[in-house]
């Protein structure tokens, strides 16, 4: 059988309705859910903190500065306000020292990152500790005291309770 060049085939895929799916597993979905946006703030908040640590060194601070603007003025090459030219290993172009320059000022940030964590270091390892608390405490709590299984045990779960009463 041969088919023409514009034949067009749909082809519909799905799923099946879940058995043995009951308010049980609307509300572990809920949970989970709950959990999850949970998690989600508790990551932002530490990341936000995390910056604020780190951001009081000054030489840190600096070197971000001097890349966020630089990249800024990236933006106007992209943009073709500056005149590109042909380059070569010996007569490198605009863009080539303008690459050079963008990684080093990337290996500054980077080393001075590295200089304000080693320096932040009890501070860092605190937000670190209390990031986990916090998180300890949104899984025991999102559950109303006991532990979020996954939705596949929980369904597992079920459907052997369901296959036992079949059998008795």
Request: with cysteine; glycine share 4%.
């Amino acid at each position: 059988m041969s088919r023409s060049s514009n034949q067009l085939i749909i082809r519909k895929y799905g799923l099946l309705e879940p058995l043995n799916w009951g308010p049980d597993c609307e509300q572990e979905l809920f949970l989970m859910n709950k959990l999850w946006n949970c998690l989600v703030e508790l990551h932002r908040r530490a990341q936000q903190d995390y910056l604020s640590i780190i951001m009081n060194d000054l030489d840190f601070a600096e070197a971000t500065d001097k890349l966020r603007n630089f990249s800024e003025s990236l933006a106007a090459v992209s943009k073709g306000e500056i005149q590109t030219s042909i380059s070569t290993e010996a007569n490198p172009g605009p863009v080539d020292r303008l690459n050079a320059a963008f990684a080093t000022l990337k290996r500054d940030v980077a080393v001075a990152g590295k200089r304000a964590r080693a320096k932040a270091r009890e501070p860092l390892r605190t937000l670190e500790e209390s990031r986990r608390a916090a998180v300890k405490r949104a899984r025991q709590t999102a559950s109303g005291g006991g532990i979020i299984t996954p939705l596949s045990t929980h369904l597992s779960k079920r459907a052997v309770q369901c296959f036992a009463e079949e059998e008795s």
